[in-house]
């Protein structure tokens, strides 16, 4: 399928935020998905991520998760030194900021024209990841895509200690949580955690592991995992075509 691309405004807490929308380009009705990006922000891969699920039917919406600390437009490098400008700005972001542009988000897809009704999910990488997840605190997600998500046991997020593991119980929606054995930013300490705090909360979930590193569905790094991220978008693909019922 085809998509167009845009960029908006919006405007949070007096900030900001531009917004990478790709939609599918046949008129349409179609699930809205808040994007979330890892901490290097829109460049070229996760723009082709959004843009790959576009193609397969979703109006797809991805904030600048750093607004109120860059320019709009600010891509960082995944070099140490895009690393390290990227952690200063998550730990500069009130963990209520995320919350509030999460919210703009969800009111934004809510009002655009193209999206179904009722219909709004969340997709995320690294922290981005752990911000999907935060998302589907919100009961108008109803499905929620984590991958690799950063930081939620340990609160991990933004200035102070995010509640994210001890709200859990207030997740309406469905999980998928994608995962890399591989992974030292989450330890097989903090996925049992994570898995026992929706199994405790019988929140509806399907974990997925593959023997793969941090970040390995991010196509121009040495840890990208082809056949690993394939796999992974047939999860993420039939999750949400379960869910939103074409």
């Known amino acids: 399928m085809q998509i167009t691309k845009r960029n908006v405004e919006l405007r949070v807490d007096d900030s900001l935020m531009r917004v990478y929308v790709a939609t599918p380009k046949p008129t349409g009705h179609y699930p809205g998905i808040v994007f979330y990006s890892d901490i290097y922000q829109l460049g070229s891969p996760m723009i082709r991520l959004a843009n790959y699920l576009a193609g397969h039917g979703y109006v797809v919406a991805a904030p600048e998760i750093f607004h109120r600390t860059e320019p709009v437009s600010l891509v960082m490098e995944p070099d140490d030194f895009g690393r390290m400008r990227g952690n200063d700005n998550a730990r500069r972001t009130p963990i209520a900021g995320y919350d509030a542009d999460n919210l703009a988000m969800i009111e934004f897809l809510k009002a655009d024209s193209s999206v179904s009704p009722g219909k709004i999910g969340t997709l995320g990488f690294c922290i981005g990841g752990h911000l999907s997840f935060r998302a589907a605190l919100q009961s108008d997600i109803k499905a929620a895509a984590c991958c690799y998500p950063t930081g939620i046991p340990s609160g991990k997020l933004g200035q102070g ?48 592991l593959y023997e793969a590193e941090h970040t390995f569905m991010r196509d121009d790094g040495y840890r990208y995992d082809p056949a690993a991220t394939t796999s992974a978008w047939s999860e993420i693909l039939a999750f949400f075509e379960r869910i939103f019922a074409f």
């Open 161 to 208: 200690v995010a509640d994210t593991i001890k709200r859990v119980s207030e997740i309406k929606g469905e999980m998928l949580i994608v995962l890399g054995t591989l992974d030292p930013h989450i330890p097989e300490s903090d996925r049992l955690t994570l898995i026992k705090a929706l199994e405790n909360a019988s929140i509806p979930h399907k974990i997925v």
